[in-house]
């Protein structure tokens, strides 16, 4: 198997040629390069690729992506600083030592995001929970009924216990009581993808569990019906379908050593005495 392949391996069980998946590719090395052992992961972390490279796994698969970028913009929000500067990266950089690490190990890194979303993430994260009815909705936008109604403050707690985190932020009111929730996992509760928030709403979700949410999108909901958001954590949300995608490899690839990184929730929460 060569690196590049398992872009076209993903595009074809999703029905697609790989030039119609609309982001990632191959990052860093070369896409001809026969690979010995696929470390997957949901972000290629200094950490992920020194284990990947003490694995002896040369082709490092990440969900999100590999460099940290500056959005552009208006010179006067950066009036301190020189009107020429372009973007730089110091050594110490992540950017730099990630791409150090991987050059010097002699890693493939390949980001499949939109391709993973739609193979696996999306619709292992809800089944995880319990969660397995389909009422409204298709793709990004489904909408579940639960197996039985119950407050938002009980529905927290089983998500947290089924994602094994020990605590879930809950936005609204935790007495509520919830029949219908949406599934917007890892990012796609964040502001910037409004659109399926709107949609689920609409389509009649009084909860939305979620992966990452900001606070903007958390009033909008609250503004919307008085929703109810459960976010658990971006990265834990969408390691439930990395696995399976790595169980998927070992299937196809079964002399092929493919192995799991799990990213964990990068904060924890301390509280006033």
Known sequence: MQAGEIIEWVAARLGLAASMIPDGGVIVGAAGTEVHGILVTWMATAEVLSKAAGLGCNLVVCHEGFRFEEIPQSPIY???????????????????????????????????????DRLCIYD????????????AGGGYEKVYVLPAPQTADALARHVAGKIGLDCVRLTGDGRKMIARVGNLVGGAALSSNRYWMRKQIEYGAEAIICGESDECAEIFAQEYNGTVLIETSHAASENIGLRRFVRMLKDAYPDLPCEFYDIRRPYHFVCAV
């Open 78 to 116: 950066r009036w301190t600083a020189p009107p020429a500067e372009q973007p730089y990266e110091r050594p110490d950089h992540p950017n730099s030592v990630r791409r150090r690490l991987a050059e010097q190990n002699n890693l493939v890194v390949v980001q499949i995001h939109y391709g993973l």
């Open 124 to 135: 292992d994260f809800m089944p995880q929970l319990g969660i397995t009815q389909v009422i």
